[in-house]
């Protein structure tokens, strides 16, 4: 099984919203931090999120109302051997969202629920569970005191694959009641 690490990555945005910037010398833009709970209209102002990569329809299910979590930021990119992206996010209740225990228990959780859910199709838990990492760091939201983030990292050999992939993540996090996130972990 995976397991879930904690990093202290010092090229990571520490504190959230982060500015946005100029696009680089590779050609990446950095939207900045967008509010896509309050809204979610500014979806459009992600380039990264498509329909054929899944990342669309994940990050406006996870922001919509009365979800656990909110996402902070997201960035994808391909090679030739793999699409990949980032997706980092936290719980909505920031008194949830200090408790290290409830996010290291969060990923055992997917371990769980993928393991269940994927029984009818052998190896595929497996392969979720080698396709898509969790690490958790770390941060200032809104300049409150320090609460954590998690940052899952799906690998795939296409956009499309990358959709199906997270299209699993995305039902296992939308299924998360915020009202019971406490009692579930």
């Known amino acids: 099984m995976s397991e879930?690490?904690?990093?202290?990555?010092?090229?990571?945005?520490?504190i959230?919203?982060?500015?946005?910037?100029?696009?680089?010398?590779?050609?990446?833009?950095?939207n900045g931090g967008i509010n896509l709970v309050g809204s979610p209209e500014l979806i459009e102002l992600i380039h990264e999120a498509t329909e054929?990569?899944?990342?669309?329809?994940l990050l406006l299910s996870m922001n919509a109302p009365d979800r656990a979590f909110m996402t902070l930021g997201c960035l994808t990119g391909d090679t030739?051997?793999?699409?990949?992206?980032?997706?980092?996010?936290?719980?909505r209740n920031q008194a949830l969202a200090r408790r290290e225990?409830?996010?290291?228990g969060l990923h055992q959780l997917w371990l769980n629920w993928s393991t269940t859910n994927c029984a009818a199709y052998p190896g595929l838990a497996d392969a979720l569970h080698?396709?898509?990492?969790?690490?958790?760091?770390?941060?200032?939201?809104?300049g409150s005191e320090p609460q954590y983030l998690i940052t899952i990292y799906p690998r795939?050999?296409?956009?499309?694959?990358?959709?199906?992939?997270?299209?699993?993540?995305?039902?296992?996090?939308?299924?998360?009641?915020?009202?019971?996130?406490?009692?579930?972990?």
């Open 101 to 104: 225990d409830l996010i290291t």
């Open 156 to 185: 795939a050999r296409s956009a499309q694959d990358h959709a199906s992939l997270l299209s699993w993540v995305h039902n296992f996090l939308c299924s998360v009641d915020p009202n019971n996130l406490q009692r579930t972990l």
């Open 16 to 30: 959230w919203p982060f500015q946005s910037a100029e696009v680089s010398i590779n050609g990446d833009r950095n």
């Open 80 to 91: 030739d051997a793999a699409y990949y992206s980032y997706v980092e996010f936290t719980p």
């Open 130 to 142: 080698q396709n898509v990492k969790w690490e958790y760091r770390k941060f200032s939201f809104r």
């Open 4 to 14: 879930m690490k904690m990093t202290d990555d010092s090229t990571s945005y520490k």
């Open 52 to 57: 054929e990569n899944g990342l669309r329809q």
